[in-house]
């Protein structure tokens, strides 16, 4: 798997350069974007959405409670699919 470093050396940029790329950060010359994403596209680099998910603590999970008499079958009764409908179509 290559990775964040990897890019970096191929590129000879620092890791936080990549970083700063694949976030498309405004004070990242568009010459040294060219060069990363060269370097990337190269290597074949992915850039690892569980991990960028734990470095910035952002899950995009959301957690629900239902009351504990709720069994999974009941989950497919129209009134939860509503709820779950429209939680899915709002987040």
Do not use: H
Request: charged share 20%; proline share 7%; no cysteine.
């Amino acid at each position: 798997m290559v990775t964040i470093k990897d890019v970096a050396a191929k590129a000879g940029v620092n890791p936080s350069t990549v970083s700063r790329v694949l976030k498309d950060n405004k004070s990242i010359s568009q010459k040294t974007k060219d060069k990363v994403r060269q370097a990337m596209a190269e290597l074949g680099y992915v850039p690892n959405v569980a991990a960028q998910m734990l470095a910035s603590g952002l899950t995009y999970n959301i957690g629900l409670i239902f009351p504990p008499l709720l069994t999974p079958d009941r989950l497919s009764e129209p009134f939860f699919m509503q709820i779950l409908s429209t939680i899915t179509s709002e987040a």
